[in-house]
């Protein structure tokens, strides 16, 4: 989180405030909160092994 945070300024983010403010930062907190959780999804669905019916050779 420090490193959203150091060096920048909330507008690089689509912020409104140019100014680090607890509020601020709670909500940047949680919107790089949302996309993380949305990670696992997105992996699992691009590592998928495709569904394939295997035939045993007689």
């Known amino acids: ?3 959203w945070v150091n ?3 909330p507008r690089q983010y689509g ?3 140019g100014l680090w403010t ?4 709670v909500e940047l907190i949680e ?3 949302a ?3 949305q990670m696992p999804r997105l ?3 691009l590592f998928r ?3 394939v019916a295997y035939i045993a050779d007689s």
């Open 15 to 17: 912020l409104d405030f």
């Open 31 to 33: 919107e790089q909160l």
């Open 35 to 37: 996309k993380l959780q």
């Open 49 to 51: 092994a495709p569904s």
């Open 22 to 25: 607890r509020a601020v930062v």
């Open 7 to 9: 060096g920048r300024d």
């Open 43 to 45: 992996v699992r669905s």
């Open 1 to 3: 989180m420090f490193r």
